[in-house]
């Protein structure tokens, strides 16, 4: 390879159909043991969801009111049937999203809802 560095970081999400099965076992070194399974399935007929407004970096002011839109490309149907969203809002580049603006807004309503934009202050 003389020098080139081909190893990936990371998974890929899968691009096709299919079920994937996954198992878990811990130990707790007294002799105790458990195990779980699980089973994913992935469809490649919808989505993904995407958020169609905000997708620069911006600066609000404060008490503004901003338009938030999506496209939900079908991840409100079936087999997905994800029927309401979170707005959340962060305040540190997209490393976290710990405010919620609105909670459990249904995606088939019209495609966008107003936020108003509060100033936070950290109570000691």
Same mark, same amino acid.
């Given at each position: 390879?003389?020098g080139r560095?081909?190893?990936?970081?990371?998974?890929?999400?899968?691009?096709?159909?299919?079920?994937?099965n996954?198992?878990?076992?811990?130990?707790?070194?007294?002799?105790g043991i458990?195990?779980?399974?699980?089973?994913?399935?992935t469809? #490649?007929?919808?989505?993904? &969801?995407? @958020? $169609?407004?905000q997708?620069?970096?911006? +600066?609000? %002011?404060?008490g503004?009111?901003?338009?938030?839109?999506?496209?939900?490309?079908?991840?409100?149907?079936?087999p997905?049937?994800?029927?309401n969203?979170?707005?959340l809002?962060?305040? #540190?580049?997209?490393?976290? &999203?710990? @405010? $919620?603006?609105?909670?459990?807004?249904r +995606?088939? %309503?019209?495609?966008?809802?107003?936020?108003?934009?509060?100033?936070?202050?950290?109570?000691?």
């Amino acid at each position: 390879m003389s020098g080139r560095n081909d190893c990936v970081i990371g998974e890929n999400l899968p691009s096709i159909a299919r079920t994937m099965n996954f198992r878990v076992a811990v130990r707790d070194q007294r002799g105790g043991i458990a195990d779980a399974g699980m089973q994913v399935t992935t469809v #490649n007929t919808s989505g993904p &969801f995407q @958020v $169609t407004s905000q997708n620069t970096a911006a +600066t609000w %002011a404060v008490g503004s009111t901003q338009t938030v839109t999506w496209d939900v490309v079908g991840t409100d149907a079936a087999p997905i049937g994800a029927a309401n969203v979170n707005i959340l809002l962060s305040t #540190n580049g997209g490393q976290t &999203f710990p @405010v $919620t603006l609105l909670a459990m807004l249904r +995606t088939t %309503a019209p495609p966008r809802s107003l936020c108003r934009i509060m100033r936070l202050r950290r109570r000691e």
